[in-house]
């Protein structure tokens, strides 16, 4: 669909992946986490292996949407190189050939034929009071951009962008606030596994980019050396205790290592009465924590000091950390302590449509990993000049993807147009089938016209006969209201417990056939006052009421009480003769 948006950011050890979807608002549908398949390729290189890649990727999301949907991946930090370049006001055309001169003569490494560069132009700066363009550059290399794309060439996807996921922080929405602020510069660091980078953002564009070789699988690496254990088990212990907080002076060296010495002593005394393996010493993984956290603060504050100098004095306000390293306690809050300003955890669903059924993926814990393949979706639904420039897409590939979506929205309006044009002459079929029909019927219509023509007197004589037959009818009608009179008084006259089975009515005779529901003796008195019922009418005389049937008795006692019956309760037919007289 086209307001589909995968963004999918490969990391070293783990590929994370967000669909979103725009419905107006931006709204998240699903992600994922795994890791990355690699294996050797040519040159003894790693390298993604596609199969197992698209098995994963396709768990979320299937390939019939995936090849509907836009897709945008990202470059390895380490396989980019970005430097601001100041140049003399110039064409369009002309600018970007010179600032790619400019950088092959500038970037270290130096660069070479594999290397394919991308330029954007940043504004106009003052530099010696003059006044000179300042371009972005970016810098990578062919092989990398190629592996991408050769990951989803057997399902025949095109990504829609190939671009550093640093360009890209900017548009999560979580910093709408810092982006407003035009004189306000802010950064994001990125606590990746193998790296750690920072992106430096200028009014909302990337400024300033700079990546070191050193993240958590090096600590993870120094950890296992000097404690003598396995990775994975150092990997466990961080993630259980993170950064540990200790009660005690980190400074005084000395006095630690006299602390840790009998800290230990006196835990393996105890393992030695328990049996239970010993733990890691606290204080000593704080230690070791140290030197880390030292050289990060290093990394971090030389980055910010020479963009501060290339920027003529300007300032980070805003320093937001993402990345898979945000999910170690207490470092984020070691680390901010002592760099100062306004220090926050990005976490990247801020602003976006979750579902309420997909609440959990908003957790503040987990969330900052996904921050790159968020951001990442976001560019494809944000349009952006730096997009357009920006995308190491080849151009052939791009206008190749221009092409098909031409090509399917020719089909669509071919389609579209033959269904019309169908629509149109079925329409037209049937109106002419509906007008010979028509023309049909009204032949038909005449010619029964003819014959009805000629059978006009034959009607007129057979109204006449009608006109008396209704004459009659009406009298028998007046009649049968005069019976109804009759009736109703008699429905009122009925006592409880006789019920009328029959209703004869002949010429001045009627018979009425009745059971009543009670004892003999009962139904006695009841039929009795039945009959004086029929006498007070003024229709019926000559009344006679056939004898009720006297069968067998014997007494009957009540339960409980000294009564006496002499038969139970039945039905007992009876019939009533009357003359019958119509006043």
């Known amino acids: 669909m086209a307001g589909t948006y995968v963004g999918i950011d490969i990391g070293s050890k783990s590929t994370k992946l967000v669909i979103l979807e725009a419905n107006p608002k931006m709204t998240y549908v699903d992600s994922c986490i795994f890791p990355t398949p690699l294996e050797l390729g040519e040159n003894a290189q790693q390298q993604i292996d596609s199969r197992i890649f698209l098995q994963e990727v396709t768990k979320v999301i299937p390939v019939s949407k995936l090849r509907q949907s836009r897709v945008a991946l990202n470059l390895p930090p380490a396989s980019i190189s970005i430097l601001s370049i100041f140049l003399p006001i110039m064409g369009t055309k002309e600018l970007k050939a010179a600032a790619v001169n400019e950088a092959k003569r500038k970037m270290i490494p130096a660069s070479g034929p594999n290397h394919v560069f991308e330029c954007f132009l940043l504004g106009e700066r003052m530099v010696n009071v003059v006044t000179r363009f300042e371009v972005l550059v970016v810098r990578t290399d062919k092989v990398y951009i190629q592996r991408l794309i050769d990951v989803f060439k057997n ?95 980190l400074k005084d060296k000395v006095a630690v290592a006299e602390e840790i010495m009998r800290q230990k002593y006196e835990s393996s005394i105890k393992t030695q009465e328990s049996g239970v393996p ?18 990060i603060l290093h990394e971090l504050r030389r980055s910010l000091s020479y963009y501060k100098e290339q920027s003529g004095g300007r300032r980070i306000e805003y320093i937001n950390f993402i990345g ?39 957790d503040k814990v987990s969330s900052p990993v996904l921050s790159s393949a968020v951001a990442l979706a976001l560019s494809l639904g944000v349009k952006s ?38 629509f149109l002459t079925l329409q037209t079929i049937i109106s002419s089938v509906s007008l010979s029909n028509n023309i049909k019927k009204t032949g038909f219509d ?44 008699l429905k009122k006259i009925i006592p409880d417990k006789v019920y009328l089975t029959s209703f004869k009515l002949g010429l001045g005779k009627v018979e009425i056939k009745a059971i009543v529901y009670a004892d003999y003796e009962n139904a006695l008195t009841i039929v009795d006052q039945f009959k004086k019922n029929l006498v007070a009418l003024p229709y019926f005389s000559n009344i006679e009421i056939t004898p009720l049937k006297f069968e067998k008795v014997s007494p009957q006692f009540g339960g409980g009480t000294s009564e006496v019956q002499i038969d139970q309760e039945s039905d007992r037919d009876f019939v009533v003769t009357a003359d019958f007289t119509v006043k």
Not at 213 to 231: C, H, K, N, P, T
Not at 460 to 479: A, D, G
Request: net charge negative.
């Open 446 to 489: 005449l010619e029964r016209f003819k014959r009805t023509s000629g059978r006009l007197k034959d009607l007129t004589q057979r109204e006449k006969l009608f006109e008396q037959r209704l004459s009659l009818s009406e009298s028998l009608s007046q009649k049968r209201l005069l019976v109804l009179a009759p009736l109703n008084d």
């Open 278 to 295: 010993e733990e890691i010493n606290l204080l000593e993984l704080r230690m070791l924590w140290q030197g880390h956290i030292d050289k």
């Open 385 to 422: 000049k730096r997009h357009d420039t920006i995308n190491f897409v080849p151009l052939d590939l791009r206008q190749r993807e221009l092409a098909e979506k031409r090509r399917i929205f020719i089909v669509t309006t071919l389609v579209l147009l033959i269904a019309v044009f169908g």
């Open 324 to 362: 898979g390293g945000c999910h170690i306690g207490n470092l984020f809050e070691i680390l901010t302590s002592q760099i100062g300003g306004m220090c926050k955890t990005v976490l990247p669903f801020e602003g976006i449509e979750v579902p309420p059924d997909k609440q959990k993926i908003t």
């Open 155 to 249: 399902v025949d996807i095109i990504p829609s962008l190939i671009i550093p996921s640093s360009f890209t922080f900017s548009l999560l929405p979580v910093f709408s606030q810092e982006n407003s602020q035009k004189d306000i510069d802010m950064a994001v660091v990125d606590l990746g596994l193998t790296s750690f980078s920072i992106s430096i953002f200028r009014e909302g564009e990337l400024n300033f980019f700079r990546n070191t070789m050193y993240g958590v699988q090096d600590v993870i690496q120094d950890f296992a050396q000097r404690l003598g254990l396995s990775e994975q088990r150092i990997e466990e212990e961080i993630k259980a205790k993170g950064v540990p907080e200790v009660n005690f002076n």
